[in-house]
């Protein structure tokens, strides 16, 4: 028994260690679950978030390979693309590092970068080789969000990006885009960032981007302008035509520069608007807000006239003509054009920048003192016209009419249609002449015309036969009775030695009757007894 039992008992030491041994061939797998179990943990437990980007399109994008990227530094990749419920956009779902979580705020905005040929140059070339991605803006930190709009194009600024954006205005955008250039002395100093227009549609609001440090080169004088396209002005100094580089022309852009001025530069103001000028010969121009609408009725043609003509008063631009068109008024058979007009009341400086009220009492009794509208020729070579306002004391008084929401102003016909009326009652009072019994009596009379003037002929050649010698022969003798008495003229003729002989004798005798005369006033009775001795 004993030794039976030691025999036993080495047997079951050696099964127990053949049993202790088994659980060795499992270690491998436990323990290639255990390294998966802390991967999968590790995995979800650096697991950034997921969110959603709604594009119009997936071009150039796959998912599982498209990445996210935040200044050139990869912090996410695309996991899916799907269209959005009603078909019109991509969703592309996207997930984020865990690192990078911190970045998505309702701020951050998101594009994508692909090989793009803009106003700006040419950009995302790289894109070619690597293929497109998903590029975004942080933003400034804020409320988290996991669905975003994304952008079609990249944007100008950046949230990050040193400088300022300024805010234009202008009546029309131009040959401009967003990333058009902004030049300060012809450096490119900005881009413009986006446009849109005003909710009363009349004009457009414009911002653009200046880099630091040029951005604290604007102030609140600075003039802006448009550098696109070629600038035409017909003046009395001739044609002028004036235009920026090849490269503007192309891109178009926006140019501003300082004014010279003896007052400090004041800085721009928060919220403050700058006008966009359309060249820089008009950066200097006053632009008036305030513009009040005036109707003008004319029945004649206004072939000339164009919207944007200006509106003169004794030759000063007061407004311009804003609308036209053609009415015919099928009860009177009539045709009629009415024009708009604006008039801006800060151009004339007694109404102080008045009223409407005001304004239009104004005009009304100008209207009262014969002011009238005209249209006249504003160029002899482009056949433009323009309105002109002035006054005509012959004119039958009128007064305004109201049309609609419009004061009427009364108007006259233009100096060509006064011409062209008076031609044709000229015309007129001609055909209502008897030219056909005015005919038939001029052709009876040149008969007796013609015999009168033979007559006339025969009496000139008889003067020249019979008289024309008689009268010289009379002319002859005239002038030697005027050289005879040139002779007896003289004061060494004859004639005049016995002239003033006669003469002395005559005023002796004269003396001689008026001694005589003296004595008998004295003596009357000497013509009795003579003369008494020592008399």
């Known amino acids: 028994m004993n030794d039976s039992t030691e025999n036993l008992v080495p047997e ?12 060795s061939v499992w270690l491998i797998p436990l323990v290639a679950t255990i390294i998966g179990i802390w991967l999968a943990f590790n995995a979800y437990a650096n697991k950034g978030p997921t969110f959603t980007v709604t594009f119009l399109n997936a071009d150039g994008l796959e998912a599982g390979h498209t990445k996210i990227k935040c200044k050139d530094v990869e912090v996410g990749k695309v996991k899916s693309l799907r269209l959005s419920h009603d078909r019109s956009k991509v969703e592309v779902t996207a997930e984020f590092t865990q690192e990078a979580s ?5 701020n951050s905005r998101f594009w994508i970068v692909r090989a793009r040929l803009g106003t700006s140059g040419i950009s995302g070339l790289g894109t070619l080789l690597s293929g497109a991605y998903i590029s975004m803006d942080p933003g400034e930190a804020g409320k988290t969000s996991r669905h975003f709009e994304g952008l079609e194009y990249p944007p100008i600024v950046t949230n990050h990006a040193g400088g300022q954006l300024f805010a234009l205005r202008a009546e029309k955008l131009g040959s401009m885009s967003i990333g058009s250039p902004v030049y300060f002395r012809q450096i490119p100093v900005g881009e413009v960032a986006s446009f849109d227009l005003n909710k009363d549609g009349k004009s457009v609001s414009i911002k653009v981007f200046i880099r630091e440090p040029y951005d604290l080169l604007v102030y609140k004088d600075t003039r802006f302008w448009n550098v696109g396209g070629v600038d035409v002005t017909l003046d009395a100094n001739g044609i002028r035509v004036s235009s920026d580089s090849m ?17 400090a530069m004041e800085p721009t103001p928060k919220e403050h608007v700058f006008t966009l000028y359309s060249s820089h010969d008009r950066i200097y121009e006053k632009v008036y807000l305030d513009r009040y ?3 003008l009725d004319f029945n004649k043609s ?22 036209l068109k053609l009415e015919l008024h099928t009860n009177k058979m009539e045709v ?12 004339l400086a007694a109404l102080d920048g008045g009223s409407l ?22 160029s002899l070579i482009t056949g433009n016209l323009f309105v002109d306002l002035d006054f005509y004391p012959q004119a039958p008084r009128q007064s305004m009419a109201q049309h609609g929401n419009y004061r009427e102003i009364p108007t006259l016909p233009t100096t060509m249609e006064a011409l062209v009326s008076n031609l044709t009652k000229f015309v007129d009072r001609l055909q209502k002449l008897p030219l056909e019994e005015i005919s038939s009596e001029l052709k ?9 003037l033979q007559q006339a002929t025969t009496l000139m050649n008889r003067l020249d036969r019979e008289t024309a010698p008689q009268a010289q022969a009379t002319l002859t003798q005239v002038q030697a009775t005027l050289a005879a008495l040139e002779q007896a003229l003289r004061s060494d003729s004859p004639v005049q030695h016995d002239l003033r002989r006669a003469l002395d004798e005559f005023a002796k005798a004269s003396r001689a009757l008026r001694d005589l005369a003296d004595t008998l006033e004295r003596n009357p009775e000497a013509v009795i007894w003579g003369k008494e001795k020592g008399q």
């Open 247 to 263: 490269l503007d022309l192309l891109l178009g852009g926006v140019s501003f520069e300082n004014p010279v001025s003896l007052d």
């Open 444 to 452: 009876s009379t040149i008969p007796a015309m013609r015999e009168t």
């Open 12 to 23: 079951a030491e050696s099964i127990i260690q053949i049993r202790r041994r088994l659980p």
């Open 336 to 347: 009629h054009v009415p024009v708009l007009i604006s008039i801006e009341p800060e151009r």
């Open 302 to 323: 206004v072939r000339g006239l164009t919207r944007g003509a200006p509106v003169e008063f004794r030759g000063i631009k007061v407004g311009q003509v804003e609308d």
């Open 357 to 378: 009220t005001a304004l239009d009492a104004v005009v009304e009794k100008l209207v009262s003192r014969g002011l009238r509208a005209q249209l006249k020729m504003g």
């Open 102 to 106: 911190e970045l998505l705020s309702v």
């Open 293 to 295: 609408y005036y109707l």
